[in-house]
């Protein structure tokens, strides 16, 4: 243990926005071939390279084939006040969903 | 399996790779809480993890070879520090992030080069280990060069941080490749990789990382030395106390 250095550190003053947040990078982790890439939650990071480690050492330690990162600030969400015109509008409309076509066995991930 | 004449040596060696990984891994292991981001607290956690479960299977062979009914815990735990064999580069204190991160820099590039090689090892068990932990290596490496490149090409302080880092770092890198007798021994029956061809290929890839990150790499100095024969400096002694006095104090405990 370093004590030294500890007591250095905290010493110092804190830098000018020290608490300002690197940017937020939402993760996508694919957990076997073929299946889809499934949000998986958010990693702080400064650049691509440095959201894609963080994603791994946070989401990608139990496992995974693949990963996307995704600038949070690119992804444009519909609001609560869309919910109605959005989706209402499908719920009483059971032919929209395709659950009346017969699954042949064996098919799996369905 | 093993010629009887090498066995020794090969205990050496095991004892020697598989001390700097247990010694690297505890000092990661003192950065979980502490780390400058919460992301970053977890990778540093995995790295000495990795570092810990490759010392784990180390040591462990390091005791059947020998055959003297030493397992693991008891070399990692019972063994006082002039038994120990790591480099000293690892056991220097942790410092600042800067210090941490240049230190894994030296350390991840050796540690690339070195397990690619032992992989070729004749010796079975050794060659599946290296495979084992050389991806973990490989991820390190990018982990740590990445990190070296941001705080060096970073603000006036990272930079200034990393560079007291690197003058006081760079002497301990050669250590990583010492050989005596012992491995030479082993190297020409095939067991262990011949470390000497493998120092310039370190240099050319930690100075390139370097560059990138706009740091100086100090020039001549002395080149410390003596971890592999037992010699440390003051600090492994502290290390080891902190990290055998549970196994010491509740010797056989299980949990």
């Known amino acids: 243990m370093s004590t030294e250095s500890t007591t250095a550190e905290s010493r110092e003053p804190r830098a000018e926005g020290a608490d300002a947040q690197w940017p937020l990078w939402e993760v996508f982790v694919q957990e076997q071939q073929g299946a889809p890439h499934e949000h998986a939650g958010s990693v702080h990071a400064v650049d691509r390279e440095h959201a894609i480690q963080n994603a791994r050492d946070v989401y990608g330690r139990r496992g995974g084939i693949s990963l996307w990162v995704v600038p949070t600030a690119e992804i444009t969400a519909s609001t609560p006040e869309d919910m109605g015109p959005f989706f209402d509008p499908g719920n009483d409309k059971p032919y929209r969903h395709p659950q009346f076509y017969r699954v042949p066995r064996g098919v799996r991930g369905v | ?255």
């Open chain 2, 1 to 255: 399996m093993i010629d009887e004449a090498l066995r020794p040596h090969l205990v050496e060696f095991l004892l020697r790779h598989g001390d700097d990984r247990l010694v690297l891994g505890h000092r990661l292991a003192e950065w979980c809480g502490h780390g400058p981001a919460l992301e970053e607290d977890i990778a540093l956690a995995n790295c000495a993890l990795d570092f810990t479960g490759q010392a784990n299977l180390m040591l462990g062979l390091a005791g059947s070879v020998e055959g003297k009914g030493r397992d693991q815990d008891a070399l990692a735990y019972f063994r006082d520090e002039r038994e120990f064999r790591n480099v000293q580069l690892v056991e220097l204190p942790r410092g600042d992030f800067g210090v941490t991160m240049v230190r894994q820099l030296l350390f991840d590039a050796y540690d690339v080069l070195f397990l690619e090689a032992l992989q070729r090892s004749a010796y079975e068990d050794l060659a599946g280990i290296a495979a084992k932990a050389y991806k973990e290596a490989r991820y390190h490496l990018r982990h740590s060069a990445e990190w070296v490149v941001m705080l060096g090409d970073g603000t006036g302080e990272s930079h200034e941080r990393a560079q007291r880092a690197l003058d006081e770092l760079w002497r301990y890198g050669p250590e990583l490749f010492d050989m005596d007798e012992g491995d030479r021994a082993l190297a020409s029956a095939g067991i262990v990789p011949d470390l000497a061809p493998l120092e310039p290929r370190w240099r050319e890839r930690v100075e390139e990382v370097f560059a990138r990150a706009t740091l100086a790499v100090p020039t001549g100095g002395f080149r410390a030395k003596g971890g592999r024969r037992g010699v440390h400096t003051e600090h492994l002694g502290h290390l080891l106390a902190e990290m055998q006095i549970v196994a010491r104090s509740h010797p056989g405990a299980s949990w």
